[in-house]
């Protein structure tokens, strides 16, 4: 499994000229809690950084040191932490915690935002790969089970004849039995 199957390919994107305050609103209008950085150069528009509903709570509220009015790009530093869309999931869980962060960037082929690949969303595949193991296992029991229920039908069909008693060569004797 990799990057390219996981990622969020619906990307929400602030300018690093708009307000914190544009930002917070956006995430909480578009139920997100990331927003790509993007500016305006003129080659085109391009990624500067990312920020999240974490970044802004330190920021502001934590650290009181910035405020509302500010611009998003103050709290990008141009460091991007990104993989192409063929990473394994593996190697993406490897980068997230090199870098200690909960979001990657995701590209294309030509190094273009494909999109965003979340802790959440390598949550859930682990876990998708995790309840298809003990799918497995529980098959496996099932299986297992059947087998031995259909093995102990075939011993209970089987018609053992045991010689009733004082046959066999015992009789009956007024004390018990005894053998001849």
């Known amino acids: 499994m990799n990057l390219g199957t996981l990622c969020q390919r619906h990307v929400i994107t602030v300018?690093?000229?708009d307000s914190l305050q544009q930002a917070a609103r956006q995430m909480r209008d578009q139920h997100v809690g990331a927003l790509v950085v993007t500016d305006d150069t003129p080659q085109g528009r391009r990624v500067v950084g990312l920020v999240t509903d974490r970044d802004l709570a330190l920021a502001v509220l934590?650290?009181?040191?910035?405020?509302p009015q500010q611009s998003v790009g103050a709290l990008v530093d141009g460091s991007l932490v990104s993989a192409s869309?063929?990473?394994d999931l593996s190697q993406g869980i490897d980068l997230m915690r090199a870098a200690g962060v909960r979001r990657l960037l995701v590209r294309d082929d030509q190094g273009h935002l494909a999109g965003i690949v979340s802790f959440d969303d390598?949550?859930?595949?682990?876990a998708s790969q995790l309840g298809g193991l003990a799918d497995v296992v529980?098959?496996?029991i099932q299986r297992e089970s059947l087998e031995r229920a259909e093995a102990a039908a075939v011993a209970t069909s089987l018609h053992l004849q045991v010689p009733a008693l004082g046959t066999a060569?015992?009789?009956l004797s007024g004390?018990?039995?005894a053998a001849n």
Request: hydrophobic content about 40%.
């Open 15 to 17: 300018d690093r000229l």
């Open 62 to 67: 934590a650290d009181g040191g910035m405020a």
């Open 85 to 87: 869309e063929d990473t």
């Open 122 to 126: 390598l949550i859930d595949a682990c």
């Open 138 to 140: 529980r098959r496996g």
């Open 169 to 171: 060569g015992w009789q």
């Open 175 to 177: 004390a018990g039995m």
